[in-house]
């Protein structure tokens, strides 16, 4: 039995007793006519990134609590087990290294026994991958017969280079168009092709693995579609990302950009996955990403807990999802630049932490992943913010807001931020009517993060943020945070599907499943 387990701790029955006592009731109006310091006691600065959690149902005894709860359950040396290498997948037996990826190159006049030699090689590795695919990005920048580049990847291998190339779309060179490809629905790289000319092209295939079904069928297609059109310089025009540099160079490809099982799909935008991003944006900007990132590692790594910021967020959703029985969070970038980051934070954490067993494979008997789900700001006010201002679950929200926009259309920031702000004021204020249905019962919470502006810099910093913000509530309810197969089942049947699509054959199905094969046959 392990002790440390969070519902085993002395700070989990105290939190019990404290939202027993006045969680359940804590009306965060209330507690802001209490204490005119509220702003500052619950806001938080981190690199590139400003919190104000104030508008939450917290008070300084929960946050207390929910610090003791991280002490209790050994979330520093956790995270410290993390940054030193150790094998914290311990489903797969592998290190999490993502974090390296993005630390500057070893400094010469650090003596060298100050690194892990492990540590030491494994970073000098990275920064002559890094070094490699970043001449490459700018070739293939300058590069003006080619026009196009069509990623083709899915999962980790799609939404993080995605996300931040559309993210960082005014920071992109014009003349090249950027294409993603992940759905292995024909209907993805159809659209795609038809508009392409081969001597044009590029086709970057992302893989951690090289043996995903729907990245090796569209990749495939491609080829074929390249060589059907006249192409014969492979090595030109298709370039591989992936640790299975071998696979790679069985398919044909002779241009291949690695990196390490230390790095887990939906943690790889920064590590060769990201070419598509250093395309776009370049060296210099692909170098910010990542050193906005490390900046948020330092965070995380240094702050006292009290006032590090991913270990702040991450608690609160301990607090949310075990106490208060909140299940779900909502996202709403108001950029509309972030319009994939919502996908991208669905994988992020749900991929991580929806889990029902813990390190050790025993089944836990609390809740773990909320479901995270949004789109950008404005467009979810006329769409699903009904629901969260007046339907019967509370869902906490997550507003993202910018402070100076990258265009100079007047009116439509002052526009953007009253909105953003009003809404966070609306869910907490909430608005009394007799009637019953413009009542508003408020005291729903969010919190507001701020970027002075997104740049590449403040993007790597917060997809760090949410990076670690996830480590630690999968720290503290003692999941493995890095494996994934609760994914691998639907594959297996998958194949099984597929043979009996081809041959007909329903023995031994359900009948749901076999009754539908015989519609589509
Ligand atoms: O099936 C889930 C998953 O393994 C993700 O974790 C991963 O990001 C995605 O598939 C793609 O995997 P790969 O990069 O190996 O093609």
């Given at each position: 039995m392990n002790p440390s387990r969070c519902d085993r701790t002395p700070a989990w029955g105290s939190l019990q007793a404290a939202f027993d006592a006045t969680g359940r009731t804590f009306d965060v109006r209330q507690a802001f006519a209490a204490d005119p310091a509220r702003f500052e006691t619950f806001s938080q600065a981190a690199p590139h990134v400003f919190a104000d959690l104030s508008k939450n149902r917290i008070d300084a005894e929960t946050e207390a609590l929910l610090l003791a709860l991280a002490q209790q359950t050994g979330l520093a040396a956790h995270r410290d087990a993390m940054f030193a290498g150790d094998a914290i997948n311990n489903t797969e037996q592998r290190a999490v290294m993502h974090w390296l990826l993005r630390s500057p190159p070893p400094d010469p006049a650090m003596p060298?026994?100050?690194?892990?030699?492990?540590?030491?090689?494994?970073?000098?590795?990275?920064?002559?991958?890094?070094?490699?695919?970043?001449t490459f990005a700018e070739k293939v920048r300058t590069d003006t017969h080619i026009t196009d580049i069509v990623n083709i990847g899915i999962g980790g291998s799609d939404l993080g280079p995605q996300m931040a190339v559309l993210a960082l779309d005014e920071f992109v060179l014009s003349g090249k168009r950027l294409h993603f490809v992940s759905n292995v629905d024909g209907h993805e790289l159809n659209a795609v092709l038809r508009n392409l000319k081969v001597e044009s092209t590029l086709f970057l295939v992302a893989s951690k693995t090289f043996t995903t079904i729907e990245t090796m069928t569209n990749a495939q297609s491609a080829k074929t579609w390249f060589e059907v059109n006249g192409g014969t310089d492979i090595a030109r025009h298709f370039a591989a990302l992936t640790t299975n540099v071998a696979a790679a160079k069985a398919f044909g490809i002779s241009t291949t950009f690695g990196f390490w099982d230390w790095v887990g799909g939906r943690y790889s935008v920064w590590s060769a996955i990201g070419l598509p991003l250093a395309i776009a944006i370049g060296a210099q900007g692909f170098k910010q990403f990542l050193a906005g990132a490390h900046a948020m590692d330092e965070h995380f790594r240094s702050a006292p807990l009290a006032h590090n910021l991913p270990v702040r967020l991450g608690l609160l959703d301990v607090w949310y999802r075990n106490f208060h029985g909140f299940s779900s969070r909502s996202v709403a970038p108001y950029h509309s630049a972030l319009k994939r980051y919502p996908a991208y934070l669905q994988q992020l954490?749900?991929?991580?932490?929806?889990?029902?067993?813990?390190?050790?494979?025993?089944?836990?008997?609390?809740?773990?992943?909320?479901?995270?789900?949004?789109?950008?700001?404005?467009?979810?006010?006329?769409?699903?913010?009904?629901?969260?201002?007046?339907?019967?679950?509370?869902?906490?929200?997550?507003?993202?807001?910018?402070?100076?926009?990258?265009?100079?259309?007047?009116?439509?920031?002052?526009?953007?931020?009253?909105?953003v702000l009003a809404q966070a004021q609306a869910l907490m204020q909430g608005q009394v009517d007799e009637g019953g249905h413009k009542h508003f019962t408020g005291n729903r919470p969010?919190?507001?993060?701020?970027?002075?502006?997104?740049?590449?810099?403040?993007?790597?910093?917060?997809?760090?943020?949410?990076?670690?913000?996830?480590?630690?509530?999968?720290?503290?309810?003692?999941?493995?945070?890095?494996?994934?197969?609760?994914?691998?089942?639907?594959?297996?049947?998958?194949?099984?599907?597929?043979?009996?699509?081809?041959?007909?054959?329903?023995?031994?199905?359900?009948?749901?499943?076999?009754?539908?094969?015989?519609?589509?046959?």
């Open positions: 060298a026994q100050s690194l892990h030699i492990h540590m030491a090689e494994a970073l000098h590795e990275v920064h002559t991958t890094l070094d490699a695919m970043l954490e749900m991929e991580s932490n929806g889990k029902r067993v813990d390190a050790t494979g025993a089944a836990l008997p609390y809740g773990t992943s909320p479901v995270i789900w949004g789109e950008p700001g404005t467009n979810g006010q006329h769409a699903y913010f009904q629901m969260l201002h007046q339907g019967s679950d509370v869902v906490p929200v997550e507003l993202v807001a910018v402070k100076t926009p990258l265009h100079a259309l007047p009116g439509h920031h002052t526009l953007l931020l009253a909105n969010s919190t507001f993060l701020l970027l002075d502006e997104l740049s590449p810099a403040s993007l790597g910093a917060l997809i760090a943020l949410q990076e670690h913000r996830v480590f630690v509530s999968g720290a503290v309810w003692g999941i493995n945070s890095f494996d994934q197969w609760g994914v691998e089942l639907g594959k297996v049947l998958a194949k099984d599907v597929e043979l009996r699509l081809k041959n007909g054959n329903d023995s031994g199905l359900d009948g749901s499943t076999a009754g539908l094969l015989a519609r589509l046959r």
